[in-house]
C-alpha cells in the first residue's frame, strides 16, 4: 500500500499529459477558441502562493460536466465557471492543512473511491478512465479531486473529533425528542451547502446558488453537483444527509423542506452560514418502538495475557501499543501493520454491540474518531488497541444509541468544521484574477 502526502508541487509529466487532454477538449468543444498553451497556462488565481492555472479550472470544468450531465454551452460554462474556482480555491486550502498536519491517503483507498463510482456507472476502472479521456479529461483530475476530500475528511476526525464528547445525558434527551416525535414525518434530505464569508459578497453567493439549482432543474445530477459544489461534509457523500426531522435543520431549512413532495429540488435559501439547495428523496412516519444499544464496527490488535499478568507484561505490551498506535490512520491500516505487533494479533470484530463490550471500551465507541485508534486499553482478555470504522447499521440506527451519537456527533463536527475552513479562508492570501 503505498501513501501520497497532499502536496502543492507540479508534476511535470501530469501537467504535459493534462494539457494535451486539454488542448484536444479545446479544439473539441469550443470550437473558435486559439488553443494556444500559454493561455491554458495563465494564472486565474494564487492560494497561499499555489496557483491555479486556466488549464486546472477548465480540466475540472470538463469533469463537472460530464459528471453531473451538464448541457454543455458556452453560457453553462460562463455560469459555472466562477463557483467552480471558489470551490477549487477551498480545496487548495483543504489540501494544504492536510499537508502541513502530515495527514496521508493510502493510493488504494483512492482506488476503492473510484472503483465505486465506475461501478455506479457499470463501468470498470480502467473503463471510467477511458470514457473521461474521451472528453478530454485525465483521470488525475479526479484521483487529486477525491484524495483531497479523503485527506480533509480525515484531518477533521482526527483534528476536530476528539473535541466532541456526546454524553449519556444528551443520548437521553435525542431519544426523548424522537419518542415525543412518534407519528411525525422524516424526511430523506439531499442538501447542498456554499458557505458565506468567504470571496463572493452576498449577491454573488446567492446568484452561484440560484445557478447551481438551475442546471439540476434541467437535468444535471444532484448527487454530483453536491459532490463537486457543496461546501460541507456531505459532500463526500453525494449530498445525502440520510433521514432527518424538521427539528433537527436550520428553521430556514425546515421550512423549505416541509413544502417540497418527494423528488423536488427547492431553494436556494439563506440559512446559518450560507446558502441551502435542498432535495427531498422521500418521506415516511416516524414509528418508534424500542431503542437497541446499537452496534459498532470494530477492529483491533490484542496483546493477549490473563488478568493477573505481571505489570512488567502489560507495560510491554502497552509501550508496543503506544509506538504502533501513531502510524495508525485508517481502519485499512490496522491489518496492514499487524504483522510488527507480533505478539499481538489482529482481528476484524465486524459490527459488536456496544452492550457486549467491555465497559471501559463502551465509551469509545460512542465518541472515537472514525479510523483513529484508541489509546492502549487494558481488559481481561488483555491490552488492545481499537479502531471504530462505522457506527450504527442502516435506518435502524436512528433507533439505537449508537445511532443517536453518531448523528449528534457529526452535528457538531460539521460546525467545526465549517469554522476551521472559515479561519483558513481568513489567514489565507487569495488572488483572484479571472
Known amino acids: 500500500m503505498s501513501y501520497r502526502v497532499i502536496s502543492p508541487r507540479v508534476d ?37 502562493e499555489e496557483v491555479i492555472t486556466e488549464l486546472d479550472l477548465y480540466m475540472r470544468l470538463r469533469l463537472a460536466m460530464v459528471t453531473a450531465r ?18 477549487m480555491i477551498d480545496e487548495r486550502l483543504r489540501g494544504q492543512e492536510a499537508a502541513r498536519q502530515n495527514i496521508q491517503v493510502a493510493d488504494d ?56 464528547n456526546i454524553t449519556d445525558e444528551e443520548i437521553d434527551a435525542a431519544l426523548a425528542q424522537i419518542q415525543a416525535a412518534q407519528g411525525q414525518t422524516e424526511y430523506r434530505l439531499s442538501q447542498i451547502f456554499l458557505a458565506s464569508g468567504s470571496m463572493e459578497d452576498e449577491a454573488t453567493l446567492s446568484q452561484a446558488a440560484r445557478r447551481l439549482k438551475e442546471q439540476i432543474e434541467q437535468g444535471a445530477n ?15 457523500r453525494g449530498g445525502d444527509w440520510g433521514w432527518v426531522r424538521l427539528d433537527m435543520l436550520d428553521p ?24 441551502y439547495i435542498a432535495l427531498v428523496r422521500a418521506t415516511r412516519v416516524i414509528d418508534v418502538r424500542a431503542v437497541a444499544a446499537g452496534t459498532v464496527s470494530l477492529e483491533q490488535i490484542l ?32 491489518s496492514r501493520l499487524a504483522p510488527e505487533a507480533s505478539p499481538g494479533v489482529y482481528r476484524n470484530l465486524g459490527n459488536v454491540p456496544v452492550s457486549d463490550l467491555p465497559e471501559n ?41 449508537v445511532g443517536v451519537a453518531d448523528r449528534l456527533g457529526r452535528e457538531r463536527l460539521e460546525t467545526l468544521a465549517r469554522g476551521y475552513l472559515s479561519d483558513l479562508r481568513r489567514a489565507a492570501v487569495i488572488d483572484i484574477r479571472l
Open 12 to 48: 511535470l509529466r501530469r501537467l504535459a499529459t493534462c494539457l494535451a487532454l486539454f488542448l484536444f477538449a479545446l479544439l473539441a468543444f469550443a470550437p473558435g477558441r486559439p488553443a494556444l498553451a500559454q493561455d491554458a497556462l495563465k494564472i486565474v488565481a494564487v492560494v497561499n
Open 70 to 87: 451538464l448541457n454543455d454551452t458556452p453560457e453553462t460554462r460562463q455560469r459555472l465557471l466562477p463557483t467552480l474556482l471558489r470551490t
Open 109 to 164: 483507498e483512492v482506488n476503492m473511491r473510484i472503483g465505486q463510482m465506475a461501478r455506479r456507472s457499470d463501468l470498470t476502472p480502467d473503463q471510467l478512465a477511458q470514457a473521461l479521456a474521451g472528453n478530454g479529461i485525465s483521470i488525475d483530475i479526479l484521483r487529486d479531486q477525491i484524495q483531497t476530500e479523503l485527506a480533509w475528511a480525515r484531518l477533521v476526525q482526527r483534528r476536530l473529533r476528539p473535541q466532541v
Open 222 to 236: 444532484f448527487a454530483a453537483i453536491a459532490a463537486e459544489f457543496s461546501q460541507d461534509q456531505g459532500a463526500i
Open 252 to 275: 430556514k431549512v425546515a421550512e423549505l423542506v416541509a413544502s417540497l413532495p418527494p423528488g423536488q429540488v427547492g431553494g436556494p435559501v439563506r440559512g446559518t452560514g450560507g446558502y
Open 303 to 334: 496483546w493477549s495475557m490473563p488478568e493477573n499478568a505481571a505489570e512488567s507484561e502489560v507495560n510491554k505490551a502497552v509501550s508496543q501499543a503506544s509506538t504502533l498506535s501513531p502510524r495508525i490512520q485508517s481502519c485499512a491500516d490496522m
Open 361 to 401: 471500551l463502551q465509551p469509545y465507541a460512542l465518541n472515537q474518531p472514525i479510523g483513529v485508534p484508541t489509546p492502549p486499553i487494558r481488559t481481561n482478555r488483555g491490552v488492545g488497541i481499537y479502531v471504530v470504522c462505522d457506527r450504527g447499521g442502516g435506518d435502524e440506527a436512528a433507533l439505537s444509541r
